[in-house]
């Protein structure tokens, strides 16, 4: 137990930095929710969760870079939380006193710290390991809630400030530093960008480096190593993002997509005891992570942003234990009879194993069949409209094509932020597909027209930067629109490839046939291999149905081991800590 003394004292309250600004900050007007300060009778009840540690003077109790031990009670002492922001020094966000709660959500993932804990003076912690933090937060459900409240939120304010993160240098409309940016963003990574147009250091540094165009964006990382235009897997990678998976241990379940299906069955499959892997190629989220706002989820009135929603999901899963990798690609599913378990093989040649899978790889969206459109994938052409690609085209004017309810929300998103949107669709009106609601909402925004009978026939324009959009009338009539801009949302086809030679049976559009040996279940035509949400033939394309499949899946999953463990078959759990 810690010194009474040094708990009881009211300056155990954690003091913010010296220089307030005059309007409250985020981090001052949510201070108390972000920064808990434990009672004597709290920490006496978790000491058991983790071992006290002491640390001179000037130590370094955690490291930005750096995967840390765990999360920290602190007992007695100061410890400043310091903030590295691209080239200053660091910045000091709060110090700690006696019963503050100090961790962030790399913690809970096991992932490098984003921010230096600095002794000031001798100080004492409680640690409490990765694993032990998540018994605290199931276990102690009060006290547990405060914490990963505060969790959250710091991890809201590192990705406002970018702190911690690596610093993209590349230009704003570069279409590999939108790559990067978007994957960070997707993942919920704090970052920031040096654009060498703006900033003259940034310039300095190509020079020094000799960094050829080709070369650019150039990312730092925070553990001081450079990467020239890398791919999002080596970023992940150089940013503790992605860790090896350990190829000779068998999970009880894998889970291949990290969508509302895949995110849910691993918040219920991991909550209910199971060792759960999740794989996803791209980000936490799926679609529903590409949604401006989802108005009609059960629970959010106003709605809620398709990010906002998967990022709580993504955190509940690894709050129960869940593991995540991304980015992951499964390139193969087979069958390891001998072994009793499923082998997924990853596109880095790396392997995961596991008694069942469930199949969560929902859908990719559809490209336009027109020549040139990969010229401007990634600069021009767009699949999302979140807040990086709404910032490209602020005060212009962009094309949208889609009739569906993601084109519809992408618009209005839009219209919020550029000076008009075009919307261009192929049949008569948009009633034929979109949600009431959202015709409506599109009728009422000045600044949205229609283009019926309309499709796109192509696109002009030079070095990736779309300069014009010719469109093609039912009558084929010809008329070109001045527009750098085009969102494409025609819909979505399953991302079924990887299952090629598996065995698992699909329908004729390519999704997973489920149901076929026990009526109405999610079970495949391969025993122990599960299929839900958008993958899923027949299923409703919707995240509320996914999550429902992700749910009820659970069930199944445990009556399929419970089999699988009372037959002589049974695979020993090899590898589990
Ligand atoms: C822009 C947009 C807005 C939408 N708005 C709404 C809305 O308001 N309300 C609503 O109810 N629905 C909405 N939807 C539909 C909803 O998002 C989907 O129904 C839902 O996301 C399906 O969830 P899922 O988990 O089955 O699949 P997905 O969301 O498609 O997730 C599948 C995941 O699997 C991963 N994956 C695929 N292949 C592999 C592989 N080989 N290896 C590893 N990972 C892989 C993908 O990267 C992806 O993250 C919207 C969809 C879009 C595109």
Redesign the pocket.
Known sequence: MPSKSSLDSPASEPTLRAMRPAAQSPIDARHAEMFPVLALSEIGRISRLGERRAYPAGARVFSTGEIAPGAFVLLSGQVDIMQRVGDRDAELIVSHGPGSFMGELAQLSGRPALVDGVARGPVEVLVIPQRRLRDLLVEEAELGERIMRALILRRVALLRSGGGGPIIVGGADNADVLRLEGFLNRNGHPHQRLDPGIDACAQTLIDRFHITPRELPIVLCPSGEMLRNPSEVALARCIGLLVTLEPDRIYDVAI???????LAAAVYAASEGLSTLV?????FG???G??AR????LGFPTGIT?TALMARAYTQAQKFGAEVAIP???RRLDVESGAGCFRLTLANAERARSRAVII????RYRRLDIPDLAAFEGSSVHYWASPLEAQLCVGQEVALVGAG??AG??AVYLADRVAKVWMIVRGPSLAARMSRYLVERIMATPNIAILPDTSVAALEGKDGILQTIRCRSLAGEDRSYSIHHLFL?IGADP?TD?LAGSGVALDDKGFVSTGRNVQGSLETNLPGVFAI???RSGSV????A?VGDGAQVVAALHRFLQKADSSAMAPARVGEP
């Not at 969560?360 to 859908?363: C, D, P, Y």
Request: charged share 20%.
């Open positions: 291949v997509g990290a969508g509302p299906a895949g794989l996803d190629c791209r980000a799926g679609q529903a590409a949604s989802i108005e009609n989820y398709g992951d690609e499964v969560a790889s929902g859908a309810n993601s929300q992408a949302f991302n990887w949400g958008d993958v394309k919707r995240v509320a996914a």
